[in-house]
C-alpha cells in the first residue's frame, strides 16, 4: 500500500462500517477492519465519504478567466471537498463543438480535481456526434441566454438522440428566465418547461436530467416520469426570495413554502449540485445571475445532517452515488476495492463559519456571508493524492 486512511468511519456497502482503507496507485485496494500500514491518515471521530461529485459548475476561464478560472475554480473545489465537476459549457467560446472540447482539455491538464465536460447544444447536430466520446453528457438551454434553443428545435434534437441511439444524458435547464421576468417569477416557467422535456421524453424514449429544479411541483412532474432524474441547488434549500440585496439567480429563490416543499420532496430528488456559478461583485450588482457553491456545498448539508434535516446516507446518494451512476462515472460514487481513489473525509464536529475572504473561488465572495454550523470537509483525495490535510490546501 502507498498508505492508508485509518480508524475512520467508512460508508462501505450501504451501511457505516469502523474499517480502514487501504490505498496504491491512485486506486482504492482494500478494505478491512485492521490495515498495517506505516503510512497513514488517522480517520479517528471521522467519516470517509466517496468523493464528491458536484454534477453542476460554470468553471468559466477563456474569455470569462475575470470570474473564475480552471485553477481557482478546482482549488475553490477541493477546498470543498468536492473530488470531481462536471463543468457546463455556457462558457465564451461556448462547449459546442470537438475544438471546443479540445481546447478546455488543454485548460484541465493540470486542474486539482477531475473535470469533466457537458457538450453543449445550439444548431450543431453533426458536432452532436463528434463530441460524444469526449463528454459526460449533453446540455441543453431553454431559457434566454445564447445558447437557447426553441421548442421546434428541441423536437428534432431528441429525434436525433432517438435515431442515432446516443445513450449520454442529457441536462436540461428548463426555466425560461424571460418568461419568469416578464410574468414576475412565478413558478409556472419552470414547470411548463419540466412538462415539455417530460413528454418528449416519453415520446422518444430520452434519459434526461432536470437541472436545478427549485419546485415541489416541477419534482412531482419529473417523479412520475422514470426517464427523468433531477437536481436541486443548496441555494433553493437554503436561501429564500428576501434574504438579500444581490439574489439574482435562474432559476429565482422562491418562497418559504416552496423551500419546506423541496426539503419534504427531498426523497424523489437525484442529486445536489451547486450550479457554481461566479460572478465579480460589481457584475452581481449589475444584475449578473447565480452564485458561487463549490465550497459551502458540503458544509452546509453536512450541517443539515446535524440538525437532523438529512439522513447521511442519502446526503452520499445525493452527492456521489447518484451522479456517478447518472453519467456514467463507472469507477467512482463508492467506496470499494478497485475504484478510483477520490474521497472525501468529513468532521460532524467541526464549527464553521462562512467567510468569502476565506474562499479560493476567484470571485471572493458568498451568499452565505457568515453563516455558522457545524460539519465540515476536513481531507479531500483525488486519485490518491491527497488535496486537502485537516482543513488547509496543500501545494
Ligand atoms: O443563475 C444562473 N447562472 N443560471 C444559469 O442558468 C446560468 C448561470 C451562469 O452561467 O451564470
Ligand atoms: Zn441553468
Ligand atoms: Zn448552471
Known sequence: MDYGIVNGKVYYQDRWVRADIGIKDGEIRVIKKKLDVDVYIDAYNKC???GVIDAHVHLRDMNQKHKEDFKTGTLAAAHG?????LDMPNTEPPTTSLDAINQKEELRRDTAV??????????NLPEIMSMKDKIIGYK?????????VSKPELREIFEFFAKNKINKRISVHVDDSELTKRIGKQKISEIRGIEFISNLSRQFGIKVNICHVSTPEGIKIISQNPNLTCEVTPHHLFLNEENFGFADTNPPLRNQRDIAGLWKNLDQVDIIASDHAPHTMEEKHEGAEGFPG????????????VCRRLLPSRLIALISRNPARIFGLTDKGEIKPGYCANLTIVDFH??????????YTKCGWTPFEGWEGKGAPTHTIVDGRILMKDGVLLD
Not at 471537498?81 to 465537476?85: A, D, L, M, Q, S
Not at 477531475?114 to 444548431?123: L, P
Open 350 to 359: 467541526k464549527k464553521y463559519k462562512i467567510r468569502g475572504e476565506d474562499l
Open 294 to 305: 463549490l465550497e459551502t456545498t458540503l458544509p452546509l448539508l453536512l450541517n443539515a445532517i
Open 114 to 123: 477531475h473535470v469533466e465536460f457537458f457538450g453543449g447544444i445550439k444548431n
Open 140 to 148: 441543453i438551454y431553454m431559457d434566454s441566454t445564447p445558447l437557447h
Open 81 to 85: 471537498g468536492v473530488t470531481t465537476v
Open 48 to 50: 470517509v465519504l466517496p
